[in-house]
């Protein structure tokens, strides 16, 4: 059974750091591209950040310069650092991994941007 669970959510002041994490079981993680993606309340689900098997990082622009994806085979683990957040940054954060035909989709964990 293939689970993704996210952790590392919670309340941050707005210029606060927060940092991710997804665990994954039951896929042979090293094969899969990993991403972030969020939902804000009456909004649609975005992609935030992906690394590909081999590492290569792509992010959106509304995140760049400020929050880093990274993966830890070893560990089944795929990380969203987040720095400078601002309200906007405000969202259900979802963890994903995608590869040889099939999607899987954690089950979020929120973060809120607030002071």
């Known amino acids: 059974q293939v689970q993704l669970v996210e952790s590392g959510g919670g309340l941050v002041q707005p210029g606060g750091s927060l940092r991710l994490s997804c665990a994954a079981s039951g896929i042979t993680f090293k094969l899969y591209g990993m991403g972030w993606y969020r939902q804000a309340p009456g909004k649609q689900r975005e992609r935030v950040a992906v690394i590909t098997s081999g590492g290569i990082t792509n992010y959106s622009d509304s995140v760049k310069g400020r929050f880093t994806i990274s993966r830890d085979n070893a560990k089944n683990t795929v990380y969203l650092q987040m720095n400078s957040l601002k309200p906007e940054d405000t969202a259900v954060y979802y963890c994903?991994?995608?590869?040889?035909?099939?999607?899987?989709w954690g089950k979020g964990t929120l973060v809120t941007v607030s002071s």
């Open positions: 994903k991994a995608g590869g040889l035909g099939v999607d899987y």
